[in-house]
């Protein structure tokens, strides 16, 4: 579970005034965190600004943008595996699976 707050920690000095972005998301959640890296992002003026997520939940209330490119919609479960952790756990897996 997020904790709900957005920290920055590397900012790219990579000019992005006029480029197209295609940001590659793991899972859209809840959307804050999509949310507020989409609107740093959206400040540096580039000329398109997409998204593409593996897993998409379709419960993200604080998504303002929308999600061009989804490769499979996600249960509202506790997901791991394939990239995905749970306190630095499970990751490994080469599937994805539901905790509960």
């Known amino acids: 579970m997020s904790s709900g707050t957005v920290r920055l920690v590397y900012d790219p000095e990579t000019t992005l005034e006029g480029k197209h972005i295609l940001l590659v998301e793991d899972i ?10 989409l609107d740093l992002l959206s400040e540096r003026r580039p000329r398109s600004l997409e998204v593409c997520a ?3 939940k379709h419960l993200a209330e604080h998504l303002r943008y929308p999600t061009n490119f989804v490769g499979f919609d996600a249960p509202n479960e506790f997901l791991v595996g ?3 952790d749970h306190a630095e756990n499970f990751r490994h897996l080469p599937y994805i699976a539901s905790l509960q």
């Open 28 to 37: 859209v959640d809840s959307g804050r965190t999509l949310s507020r890296l």
């Open 54 to 56: 593996l897993l998409h």
């Open 82 to 84: 394939y990239g995905l």
